[in-house]
């Protein structure tokens, strides 16, 4: 069937009035100290996320309102009041005294999507620790790299993922002081070295005054991949705040009784600022569901939880488009009204699929983790142009670049024209700094112009289209992966000479980890050998990260400078020219 290329919107789509529907006048009003006059702050000018999130509700008519519904993984279902959820977080931040730590030392989460997650991580906000939740999926070296990097002194996990992660390489940590434990099924735990997590919060009160940081304090540090060397730690700031009860007013259309579900994991940014922050700003109830995804589970969510606004991602998407049509009418979904995506391009068929599923089309919105926050979206008001990420929000200044040799940069203004994506400094939940790495923050700006390392096309309407990434980062399943990375732990089994990696397109994932290697002298190539590759980098990496796929090649293409080709290896591996290789060592 042919569809149109833009779905218009019109008053009559809306169940509930948008809080923007002039896209220029409400842009050209718009300033960020009216956002900060929406939030409550402490005195001094200090600014506290969890104090924004929780406590202002707690103390307020909302207290008895749900904040979250807990979805186990076994079918229990938990709820936390904003009251509920005040106290146990002032346990937490109010029992970490006992540990002696301080304001600014950073607590690390590694667990599933479990209430203590939550408590842990608004919790230590409010002591003013930085907290960073890392992916339960990730295996023992992504986990100690970033603890390491971090300077972690807390962290708070489960019984079994420390067991499985963690405790191994537990001597190679020793700025980790503090390990707090969640038990299997409630049970207590007493692993050497650790700390019971219901026992420590025994040793909290219920009431604790929440640290007032200021602004630019430091809050949360969520890792990050580049091509080359390791994870980038990208910090934000208290600050973030601001933007994050903006774009969840502009972006995702938050109103008060809402039930909202944001399907990402907080171990990735979207996770943490959607996840966790932005519907608590806005003081409405958010599911949690502790479970994978599963298509039956996840339509029976939408409906017996009524969720009204869903933030998902494409892979989940088109997950749910591969198990069928008869699914999705097997329920219905009375209040359900807005649908957003992130994490990689949306294909013009899942917007429409929304449309066949549910009535509702479903909004691509454009971030990243340096960003803190959504800054290119399709707002509910607004006509979709399917397959375009949308506009910039109000307060954020977007443009495309060139880069020129001499380091500075021309701004690509042509419509149509392919650019990377830029933002104007200035929006409150920019980065300020990679952990440690001064010199790549710094390259990441051009004078007043933030560069993302994507490139876009935006069109004579002022709408962005994802062309793609500058570099070599992949994305897969929605996670940003690192080949470097993957390329160090390939390069630890004892077989393997060199290693390069690239994500190559895949249908459900967007893109598959794909490994080519070149073995020692006296190894060769077979079955068994690429299968203990594989198990061994899913062994160090965990499932989400380490390569799906893997070639065995007599040598890898580099550069004479000794660097692996991995713009070379992939356009072998997909058909395509092979561009410019006058770099190419020849052997
Ligand atoms: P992360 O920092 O893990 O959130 O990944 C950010 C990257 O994901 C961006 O730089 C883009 O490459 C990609 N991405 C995020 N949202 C979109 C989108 N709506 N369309 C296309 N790519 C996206």
């Known amino acids: 069937m042919d569809r149109p290329a833009v779905i218009r919107k019109t008053a009559s789509d809306w169940r509930v009035a948008p809080h923007w529907h002039d896209y220029e006048a409400q842009r050209a009003d718009f300033s960020w100290d009216d956002v900060r006059r929406e939030l409550e702050g402490l005195p001094g000018g200090a600014l506290n996320i969890a104090h924004e999130a929780v406590d202002r509700h707690a103390r307020g008519p909302r207290r008895h309102h749900p ?64 907290v960073s939740p890392l992916f339960s ?13 971090g300077a972690g002194r807390v962290l708070v996990t489960t019984e079994s993922l420390y067991q499985r992660k963690v405790e191994g390489l537990r001597g190679h940590l020793p700025q980790l002081e503090h390990v707090l434990l969640v038990g299997e099924k409630g049970r207590e735990t007493s692993l050497p070295d650790t700390l019971d997590f219901g026992r420590f919060m025994s040793c909290g009160t219920d009431v604790f005054d929440t640290v007032p940081t200021f602004p630019e304090d430091a809050a949360l540090l969520h ?30 259309d938050l109103h008060p009784g809402d039930i909202y579900w944001c399907t990402a994991d907080p171990g990735w940014v979207t996770g943490t600022s959607y996840g966790i922050i932005a519907p608590l700003l806005h003081g409405i109830t958010s599911v949690i569901d502790e479970g994978e995804f599963d298509a039956e589970r996840w339509y029976r969510i939408l ?6 606004v869903w933030y998902t991602a494409p892979t989940a998407i088109r997950m749910l488009m591969k198990a069928g049509m008869e699914l999705a009418k ?3 979904f009375p209040q359900l009204r807005f649908i957003a995506s992130v994490g990689e391009p949306l294909n013009p068929e899942a917007v429409w699929w929304g449309i066949d599923a549910f009535s509702l089309a479903i909004h691509d919105n454009w971030w990243q983790t340096e960003t803190g926050g959504i800054m290119i979206a399709n707002a509910p008001a607004f006509d979709i142009k399917p397959g375009s990420m949308g506009r910039p929000l109000p307060g954020v200044e977007a443009g495309l670049v060139r880069r020129l ?23 409150p939940s920019m980065m300020r700094g990679y952990l440690g790495e001064a010199a790549r923050y710094r390259s990441c700006f051009s004078g007043e112009w933030y560069l993302t390392g994507d490139l876009a ?12 990434r500058s570099d070599d980062v992949i994305k897969s399943a929605g996670h940003l992966i690192g080949p470097f990375e993957v390329e160090s732990a390939l390069l630890e089994h004892p077989a393997v000479a060199e290693a390069g990696v690239i994500g190559k397109p895949h249908e459900t994932l967007g893109e598959l980890v794909k490994a080519f290697v070149s073995l020692r002298h006296g190894f060769e190539g077979s079955e068994a050998l690429r299968r203990d590759i594989l198990g061994h980098a899913r062994k160090r990496l965990g499932a989400a990260v380490a390569p799906k796929e893997l070639d065995f090649l007599p040598s890898l293409p580099k550069t004479r400078s000794g660097k692996i080709m991995r713009r070379l290896l992939k356009a072998r591996e997909l058909g395509l020219p092979e561009g410019d290789i006058s770099a190419l060592e020849q052997s």
Request: charged share 20%; glycine share 12%; aromatic share 10%.
């Open 223 to 252: 890792f990050t991949s580049g091509t080359t060397g390791k994870p980038k730690g990208a910090q934000h700031v208290h600050k973030a705040v601001l933007m994050h009860w903006m774009t969840g007013k502009y972006a995702l």
């Open 67 to 130: 904040a979250f519904v807990f979805l186990g993984e076994q079918g229990q279902r938990d709820v936390l009041t904003y009251a509920e959820l005040a106290t146990l977080t002032n346990r937490f931040a109010s029992a970490l005294a006992s540990l002696g730590v301080h304001r600014g030392d950073t607590l690390f989460v590694l667990s599933g999507r479990i209430p203590e997650l939550y408590i842990a991580v608004l919790g230590s906000l409010k002591a003013g620790m930085v």
């Open 330 to 332: 097997a329920r219905s």
């Open 457 to 468: 096309r935006r069109d004579a309407d002022g709408y962005y289209w994802f062309v793609g």
């Open 137 to 149: 999926a990730f295996g023992p070296e992504p986990v100690a790299t970033r603890l390491t990097l």
């Open 405 to 427: 040799q001499d380091g500075s940069i021309s701004l690509v203004e042509a419509p149509g024209e392919e650019g990377e994506l830029a933002l104007k400094k200035g929006w």
């Open 303 to 308: 409906q017996e939880e009524g969720v009204s």
